[in-house]
């Protein structure tokens, strides 16, 4: 796994919810450099633990002397941004990956128009800075319950061309106005709650705009479940599962060697065969085709889960 | 006449779904010759397509003929332009493209050499391929490019054929470029100069 | 280190020649006595084997300025050999920095690169450059930042722009490939360019090769080899002229074919391009006649292992099922039947 080890240079809160981070090479040395939309996985180590969580970066993808992201704690979560918020301080030192982008923007484009709901603003900080320093086209709008929950007023320019929208100002988004008169080429990207990418989906769909210019990105945590039990076919041994652990993560804390990056479902690193199968894969991936997903014979372990008899995978 | 149904290639050769009614969206419709019964087909399925579409036709053919055209003006588009070629009627295609929005459907119908032009024309434009629906009528004739002297020849109707530009011997690949338009043409003698096999009809 | 540069040809006369050296580090692509497509990737960087291809992230060797200079006729007679489309400028720069810096880092006594800010100075020394320019402002250099940088680079380069699940071959310098025309290709997806390919989608290997590439992360590139077979060390077998070289395909002989047979085996090397999210495909080739290949036994004997039981349609895509009773024919007399050792080198 390509990651370096990284200094926590500052921390500090956006809003009550929602802490920015920047880390920067012990050194000082110089980071890759990378483009709008891509994350990192930190690893937060807790206890006997080792959480990673994906986390879009925020700031300039030109700018190598660090990194920065923005973490909005979430009380009901499994814990990964508990632990960020309570316990990273400044000088300490985080395990970060390497730079990838599974949400880049589409280059041809003639305009982008980029829709953030919440937290799903910060994909979009970066994007923004790429959209300015290449002088292309672009609006953003950026909703949010209230002036509280909006991280993103502190992170974005102040140019006309992005739009806030508070609900509790009345001031809520049209997304049939966004996506109308835009200009052939047009690109639609929408980061945020899944509510808000399914309206966005279907306004899309109603005005005849076609799927491969809408671009989403659900920020997605491995989904809780009940707990399973899985067979190892290489060493014959069985792990658990437990409910708020991913298969991925139950792997890893039993020492087997699996590649990943996004862990999110999304960049098809951990892709596991499925050596035979007793019930149901709760496919939760965006990675697998559709009839991979029905066949069964193939499982993404950072968000899929199984219910049935037995599940044994070729790790 | 329906539309043509053709024998498994490679994947770069382009497959034609026909023609779907997208109900009352934006759209522009492009036909020549016998593809405007492809059109008038679409209207026939669902009447609401000709509300916001605009139409241009070339009436290539006597087959067809001028009753056609009335046919399809009688349709109600929003808006209609007849031209005597694709290449007369671009111009205007151009100006059409440039002015609409996304959401637009652009419904395309006749030859492949028309479906090849006018489809690099709209992607050119910054339409996405998903909002073309074409639909192949007529001759098989392919419009094919000289991979050497990168001039296009159209109507070939023969492979291998002569190049109309450098009049080197081509045979006709499946290989398709959405981009150019056009299949590909590669000197058949290349290794063997002269020995030209006897031309075979093109067929779908 | 210092390469001594060939004064050669890879045309006309053909006055190519591979050293001694040259000939012991030939990338030989069969790690077994027999093939079939395999997406066979591993990964590339530094810390490589010595001496080997795999040594340098881009690999300069004896063939550096005669190729270069081949490269620079060609483009003056053909331009198109290299397009960008407009959205692939960012992707260009990308490929700039990357083959500078790693040519820098890896050949320090060849090429240096001094940066302040986005003030650039490149110095390559075995081609006689020195440019300053300003990084990302493409008037300052004297073409667009993929050409520039790909004149001065060993090897095709396709830059493949990433969407929609797909790869897109939207940028590219191709001087030296094995029949295909990037003219037509571009702007095509990773299943249509291979669409001439045979056998191959139905295997389904596109799909899982596709995926592999999709996740290919910054830091971490991958490489795999691929071959054929060349009359003539001629770079140029590009579609474009095969009406002028395709006459030479017929001149092969029992007499000459240890001459003028020559395996070329392509160093194909993937790489995440930074702030362009883009995928730089190298693809470099490497030549080698017959008659030298041969002076490896182990190399000799699988060659025509390989060769004598490849499936005819292989042999017809790859181009040479005319000659092919003549190469094996040829190789059979090197051939005593003993076994093998596994892997791409030579035994001793």
């Known amino acids: 796994m390509t990651s370096l080890m990284l200094r926590v240079a500052e921390a500090e809160s956006l809003t009550p919810l929602v802490k920015r981070f920047r880390f920067e090479h012990p050194r000082g040395e110089s980071l890759p450099l990378f483009s709008g939309g891509a994350h990192v996985v930190v690893e937060m180590p807790d206890g006997d633990v080792l959480r990673r969580n994906a986390y879009s970066l925020i700031s300039d993808p030109q700018d190598g002397s660090g990194y920065e992201i923005a973490v909005r704690r979430e009380d009901g979560g499994r814990g990964g941004s508990r632990f960020m918020h309570a316990r990273v301080r400044p000088g300490d030192l985080l395990r970060i990956s390497l730079p990838l982008n599974l949400f880049a923007l589409d280059l041809r484009a003639r305009k982008h128009v980029l829709i953030a709901g919440g937290i799903g603003i910060t994909p979009f900080v970066a994007q923004v800075r790429q959209l300015l320093r290449m002088q292309l086209p672009f609006e953003l709008h950026y909703g949010a319950r209230s002036r509280d929950e909006a991280a993103g007023l502190r992170l974005l320019p102040d140019v006309p061309h992005i739009h806030f929208h508070i609900s509790d100002e009345s001031n809520r988004m049209d997304l049939g106005a966004f996506l109308s008169a835009q200009p052939l080429g047009t690109h639609v990207y929408t980061c945020g709650p899944e509510g808000l990418i399914n309206a966005v989906a279907q306004t899309g769909a109603r005005l005849g705009w076609p799927k491969t210019a809408l671009h989403s990105e659900v920020f997605q945590a491995p989904p809780p479940g009940r707990p399973f039990e899985v067979v190892l076919a290489r060493s014959g041994r069985t792990i658990e599962v437990g409910a708020h652990q991913s298969l991925l993560e139950a792997l890893e804390a039993a020492e087997v060697e699996i590649d990943w990056s996004c862990r999110g479902g999304a960049c098809g690193r951990c892709e596991t065969r499925v050596v035979s199968c007793h019930g149901r894969i709760e496919h939760h991936d965006h990675w697998l085709s559709e009839d991979e997903q029905s066949a069964q014979t193939r499982i993404m372990p950072c968000v899929s889960r199984f219910r049935g008899e037995s599940l044994i995978i070729d790790r | ?204 | 280190m210092t390469i001594r540069f060939n004064d050669e040809t890879f045309r006309d006369d053909y006055s190519f020649r591979n050293s001694a050296t040259a000939i012991r580090r030939f990338p030989f692509p069969f790690d077994k006595d027999d093939y079939m497509y395999s997406v066979n990737m591993e990964p590339h960087g530094t810390g490589g084997r010595a001496g080997s291809v795999f040594e340098k992230r881009f690999d300069v060797d004896e063939h550096y300025v005669a190729e270069m200079r081949d490269r620079a006729i060609t483009l003056a007679g053909d331009p198109l050999r290299c397009q960008s489309l407009p959205h692939m400028e960012l992707a260009g720069w990308d490929l700039l920095e990357l083959i500078m810096q790693c040519k820098a880092e890896d050949y320090p006594d060849l090429f240096q690169l001094h940066r302040d800010g986005d003030r650039w100075h490149w110095i390559n020394r075995p081609l006689g450059i020195e440019q300053r320019f300003t990084f990302l402002d493409p008037t300052t250099l004297p073409c667009g930042p993929m050409e520039y940088i790909t004149r001065q680079a060993q090897g095709d380069f396709a830059v493949l722009d990433q969407r929609e699940n797909n790869l897109w071959m939207d940028a590219g310098m191709v001087t030296s490939q094995a029949d295909w025309s990037l003219d037509f290709d571009i702007g095509m997806n990773f299943f249509e360019w291979h669409a001439p390919v045979p056998k191959a989608a139905e295997m389904g290997i596109f799909q899982r090769a596709l995926k592999f590439l999709l996740a290919i992360p910054q830091g971490a590139p991958s490489r795999r080899l691929n071959w054929t077979m060349t009359v003539n060390p001629r770079l140029d077998t590009s579609p474009e002229n095969y009406h002028l070289w395709g006459p030479e395909k017929r001149t092969i002989t029992p007499e000459n074919v240890g001459a003028k047979q020559y395996l070329r085996v392509e160093l194909q090397s993937f790489w995440r391009l930074p702030r362009s999210n883009a995928l730089a495909f190298p693809i470099r080739c490497y030549l080698i006649a017959l008659e030298d290949l041969v002076t490896v036994p182990k190399w000799a004997r699988r060659l025509h292992r390989v060769i004598r039981d490849l499936p005819d349609e292989l042999a017809e895509y790859k181009g040479f099922a005319v000659n092919r009773p003549i190469i094996i024919d040829y190789l059979a007399q090197f051939d005593d039947g003993k076994p093998t050792s596994p892997g791409i080198f030579p035994d001793d």
């Open chain 2, 1 to 204: 006449m329906r539309a043509t149904e053709f024998s498994p290639s490679i994947p770069s050769r382009p497959v034609y779904g026909g023609l779907h009614p997208h109900g009352a969206l934006p759209s522009l419709m492009l036909a020549e010759g016998a593809g405007g019964e492809a059109l008038a087909d679409l209207a026939q399925a669902d009447p609401s397509v000709m509300r916001h579409a605009h139409l241009f036709y070339v009436p290539a053919g006597a087959a067809t003929g001028p009753d056609l055209a009335v046919r399809l003006r009688a349709l109600g588009p929003a808006s209609y332009v007849e031209g005597p070629s694709y290449a007369a009627l671009r111009p205007r295609f151009a100006r059409a493209l440039a002015d609409a929005h996304m959401g637009t459907r652009l419904y395309l119908a006749g030859s492949e050499g028309l479906i090849g032009q006018a489809m690099a024309e709209a992607l050119a434009a910054g339409l996405p391929l998903e909002a073309i629906d074409a639909e192949h009528r007529g001759g098989f004739a392919r419009r094919v490019q000289c991979v050497h002297c990168k001039g296009i020849t159209e109507n070939v109707a023969t492979d291998p054929f002569t190049c109309s530009h450098c009049g080197l011997n081509l045979f006709v690949r499946d290989h398709y470029s959405r981009r150019i338009g056009a299949f590909q043409g590669v000197c058949v003698d290349a290794e063997t100069p002269g020995i030209v096999p006897e031309p075979q009809e093109i067929k779908p």
